[in-house]
């Protein structure tokens, strides 16, 4: 017999949009239980993003969980792009009035876990088999196995916050769903590693070799990326070729300020676009990388995770506050809306500063041609800036 609970939101997944979601229902008198398939130690140390949207950090501050981000945080003005060796600054401040928030996700993830076990509810860490059950009627239930005890949480809604690979999607028939992808012919050799940042600012590198970032953690953390082959194995890039690749890549005036040393943490991503809609099912929604997935280059993955729980939230607490489910309704229609134009950006910037097409092609010519038009338009540059700090929710 199962060990029988209730609350108001059960939460799946205790990253980004999950521990999000549950701070700002808290905030606003809601309860919820978030069932976490790995331990605290594994979730609070994984490597992922770093940069935040200017929403993001208002969101953040809303959930009152911003006093370390902006004690630690490096908020950024600007960001270069490099092309042939030269170097471009997009003055995103000075076209948008907003900036960017260099802040890894782990750190974001730590706040918001320390937030949520000060008293606002319950994390059931290494929660197995989740299932979800009867969301399409008006009382849903998670059944799950913790402690070698066997769960059951009956709740009003259920948020599927469990990632690109979890429960809550796979959960859906297939017929229901409408999947839109993209994959991309390379992918993404990341370094994390105590040494100083080679420049203020990241800077993303067009080269013929191949893209490069160069971004940041702190003044003493650096992050750095370079495009490989998506089936390249870790084996083959020992440190030191990866550190001389980098150096090629971001040029010859960056090269000599990169510090090289130990990698604390090195991984390959694939990179992908994908997003399946709709993003609600009954009273099961999907939010953050349970509903879609982009490529790294625009730094929106984690950002688009805190776009749809701004939705969601808003929309659960209309419920409860006012018996308003309108916004309930038009979740996934609003949240989407935002999540296209992420993807957009994402995709547009990947595939213009990637090595994608053959040397010598009309192709490479046209991506080159996009890039000069860039560095040389205002026009452009704003367009530029007004989606890399985050259009407005
Ligand atoms: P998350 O995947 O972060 O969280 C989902 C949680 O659900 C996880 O803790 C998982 O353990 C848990 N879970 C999964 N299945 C479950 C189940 N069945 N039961 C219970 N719990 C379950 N974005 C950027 O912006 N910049 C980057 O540089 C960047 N790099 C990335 C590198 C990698 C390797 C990956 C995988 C992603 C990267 N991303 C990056 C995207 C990433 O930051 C995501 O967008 C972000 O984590 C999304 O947050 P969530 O939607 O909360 O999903
Ligand atoms: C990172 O610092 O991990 C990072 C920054 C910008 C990106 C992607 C990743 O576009």
């Known amino acids: 017999?199962?060990?029988?609970?209730?609350?108001?939101?059960?939460?799946?997944?205790?990253?980004?949009?999950?521990?999000?979601?549950?701070?700002?229902?808290?905030?606003?008198?809601?309860?919820?239980?978030?069932?976490?398939?790995?331990?605290?130690?594994?979730?609070?140390?994984?490597?992922?993003?770093?940069?935040?949207?200017?929403?993001?950090?208002?969101?953040?501050?809303?959930?009152?969980?911003?006093?370390?981000?902006?004690?630690?945080?490096?908020?950024h003005e600007g960001v270069e792009l490099g092309l042939d060796g030269g170097r471009f600054r997009i003055?995103?401040?000075?076209?948008?009035?907003?900036?960017?928030t260099v802040y890894g996700q782990s750190e974001v993830v730590q706040d918001l876990i320390a937030a949520r076990l000060a008293g606002d509810g319950p994390i059931v860490w290494e929660a197995s088999d989740v299932a979800l059950h009867d969301f399409e009627m008006d009382r849903p239930r998670l059944t799950y196995r913790a402690g070698g005890v066997d769960h059951e949480l009956a709740c009003d809604f259920i948020a599927g916050c469990d990632g690109f690979r979890g429960a809550s999607r796979s959960s859906l028939p297939a017929s229901r769903l409408r999947i839109y992808e993209q994959d991309y012919p390379f992918g993404w050799l990341g370094i994390l590693a105590d040494v100083p940042p080679c420049s203020e600012e990241l800077i993303y590198a067009s080269h013929p070799r191949g893209f490069a970032l160069a971004s940041m953690r702190s003044h003493?953390?650096?992050?750095?990326?370079?495009?490989?082959?998506?089936?390249?194995?870790l084996e083959d890039w020992p440190d030191d070729r990866l550190w001389d690749e980098l150096k090629r890549r971001l040029g010859p005036?960056?090269?000599p300020r990169v510090t090289t040393g130990p990698?604390?943490?090195?991984?390959?991503?694939?990179?992908?676009?994908?997003?399946?809609?709709?993003?609600?099912?009954?009273?099961?929604?999907?939010?953050?990388?349970?509903?879609?997935?982009?490529?790294?280059?625009?730094?929106?993955?984690?950002?688009?995770?805190?776009?749809?729980?701004?939705?969601?939230?808003?929309?659960?607490?209309?419920?409860?506050?006012?018996n308003d489910s309108t916004l309930l309704g038009a979740y996934s229609e609003q949240a989407s809306a935002r999540v296209w134009k992420a993807e957009r950006f994402s995709w547009w910037l990947t595939l213009l500063m990637h090595k994608v097409h053959p040397d010598g092609s009309f192709a490479e010519q046209m991506q080159r041609a996009e890039i000069d038009y860039l560095l040389s338009s205002p026009a452009g540059q704003t367009v530029f800036a007004e989606n890399y700090v985050g259009l407005p929710f």
């Not at 003493?220 to 194995?233: A, L, M, N, P």
């Not at 992908?272 to 609600?280: A, I, N, Y």
């Open 220 to 233: 003493t953390r650096s992050r750095y990326y370079i495009q490989c082959d998506r089936h390249e194995k």
């Open 253 to 255: 005036d960056v090269a």
């Open 91 to 100: 003055d995103l401040a000075g076209l948008t009035d907003k900036t960017i």
């Open 263 to 322: 990698a604390l943490e090195k991984s390959i991503t694939g990179l992908h676009s994908f997003v399946c809609l709709p993003m609600r099912h009954g009273r099961l929604f999907l939010a953050g990388d349970a509903a879609h997935i982009v490529p790294p280059t625009g730094a929106k993955g984690l950002n688009l995770a805190a776009s749809d729980v701004h939705y969601l939230s808003r929309a659960l607490v209309s419920h409860y506050a006012r």
């Open 1 to 75: 017999m199962a060990r029988q609970q209730r609350t108001q939101v059960g939460i799946i997944g205790a990253g980004p949009a999950g521990l999000l979601l549950a701070r700002l229902l808290k905030l606003n008198g809601i309860e919820s239980v978030i069932l976490e398939d790995r331990s605290r130690a594994y979730v609070e140390a994984r490597i992922r993003a770093g940069v935040l949207e200017h929403g993001t950090v208002k969101l953040l501050e809303e959930a009152g969980v911003a006093e370390r981000l902006h004690r630690e945080g490096l908020v």
